[in-house]
């Protein structure tokens, strides 16, 4: 689902315009922030309020991206000099992984195997490991369900469910 979303060309551009020589690496650093938290309380969506790419947006616009604000330009009104931003920058062999690099990372190799032994109780040949590598590759659902001959909305929903139960756990992996 966060590769969706990332994909999107959806999330929003707050504050588009200011900021003028920082705002991609503010804008990067929210969303990054925004999708760590999204991973973490996923429980927390209500999807009968609004669509997921909404929840996301406002997280990003009210809570992320002025936390960005402050974390790279810091709490002053006085923007700091580009060499100042320049060196609290990692040096690029010390760069930590994306959030989403870690995702992928945590998914691929599935230390535990516990999305593995996740299987749907009908149709054994489906567990939630399968259906989230084919999600993040980008797959559709109709793809995925002429694959493997099990409705799509069957699939949606096991997908749906497990991933709301196995987030926090996503959360604190990629927490580490």
């Known amino acids: 689902m966060m590769q969706g979303i ?16 920082f705002y991609d690496e503010i804008r990067t650093e929210a969303i990054q922030k925004t999708a760590l938290y999204f991973c973490d309380k996923i429980d927390k969506y209500d999807p009968d309020k609004s669509p997921v790419i909404r929840w996301f947006n406002y997280l990003l616009e009210k809570r992320f991206f ?14 700091p000099k580009v060499p100042a931003v320049l060196d609290r920058l990692p040096s690029k062999e010390n760069n930590p992984p994306l959030p989403s690099e870690e995702l992928r990372k945590y998914v691929y190799e599935d230390p535990e195997d516990v999305l593995k032994n ?5 149709y054994k040949q489906v567990n939630f490991w399968d259906l989230l590598r084919r999600r993040m590759a980008g797959e559709k659902w109709k793809e995925i369900s002429a694959d493997i001959g099990v409705p799509a909305s069957t699939l949606s929903d096991f997908y749906q469910r497990n991933l709301k139960e196995i987030a926090p756990q996503i959360g604190r992996y990629l927490k580490k």
């Open 6 to 21: 990332l994909r999107s060309r959806r999330i929003s551009h707050p504050r588009k315009g200011q900021f003028e020589n």
């Open 66 to 79: 002025p936390e960005a604000i402050r974390e790279i330009l810091g709490n002053s009104n006085v923007f």
């Open 118 to 122: 996740r299987t749907h109780k009908v």
